[in-house]
T-cell receptor, first 115, second 111 residues
Framework: NAGVMQNPRHLVRRRGQEARLRCSPMKGHSHVYWYRQLPEEGLKFMVYLQKENIIDESGMPKERFSAEFPKEGPSILRIQQVVRGDSAAYFC?????????????FGQGTRLTVV | EDKVVQSPLSLVVHEGDTVTLNCSYEVTNFRSLLWYKQEKKAPTFLFMLTSSGIEKKSGRLSSILDKKELFSILNITATQTGDSAIYLCARSGAGSYQLTFGKGTKLSVIP
């Protein structure tokens, strides 16, 4: 049973480009969460999605950021017109229920660098 | 904003030492306190604590929660170089999917 798969592991984008981060949850998990880890900071919640639904996006910046979890395929975190401040590690977690408890697992993360 | 404060921010010990990592949190809508280990990759789950005074143990690691004083500790005995990592503490609130993390304690174990 593969764990939470994120790709790419590393992504370099120039300012103004778009970044697309992908997350495939663990088999049997229909709840996905995205967290961002800025340098020297703790992980911060961004968004919680179930299949085809955004449940809570209270941690997402109001502009340029969007997330989806389609019926088929991975969850996508999309950052438009990236700026240097978007450079961070983006982690995805998944769980079988809507709870970050013992059954929730994190992926390896995507490290985004904006140059 | 709910806060989780970890101390120390970094720690260097020798193999065989015992370490205690601290985590304090604010109480608003508290449900549980979680510990993770992060070694340059995915945070991996260690413990989840919901009740005061009940120690959770896994090998050389143990953790306990004090809901009256609003803190938790993570103990590692007989440390090994493989314990070198960032240890993250997080609390979940009423929305149990939304964890609030501390900045972590970076532990370095030297031979």
């Amino acid at each position: 049973n593969a764990g939470v798969m994120q790709n790419p592991r590393h992504l370099v984008r120039r300012r103004g480009q778009e970044a697309r981060l992908r997350c495939s949850p663990m088999k049997g998990h229909s709840h996905v969460y995205w967290y961002r880890q800025l340098p020297e900071e703790g992980l911060k919640f961004m968004v919680y999605l179930q299949k085809e639904n955004i449940i809570d996006e209270s941690g997402m910046p109001k502009e340029r950021f969007s997330a989806e979890f389609p019926k088929e395929g991975p969850s996508i975190l999309r950052i438009q017109q990236v700026v240097r401040g978007d450079s961070a590690a983006y982690f995805c977690a998944s769980s079988p229920t809507g709870s970050m408890n013992t059954e929730a697992f994190f992926g390896q993360g995507t490290r985004l660098t904006v140059v | 904003e709910d806060k989780v404060v970890q101390s120390p921010l970094s720690l260097v010990v020798h193999e065989g030492d015992t370490v205690t990592l601290n985590c304090s949190y604010e109480v608003t809508n508290f449900r549980s306190l979680l510990w993770y280990k992060q070694e340059k990759k995915a945070p991996t789950f260690l413990f989840m604590l919901t009740s005061s005074g009940i120690e959770k143990k896994s090998g050389r690691l143990s953790s306990i929660l004090d809901k009256k004083e609003l803190f938790s500790i993570l103990n590692i005995t007989a440390t090994q170089t493989g314990d070198s990592a960032i240890y993250l503490c997080a609390r979940s609130g009423a929305g149990s999917y939304q964890l609030t993390f501390g900045k972590g304690t970076k532990l370095s174990v030297i031979p």
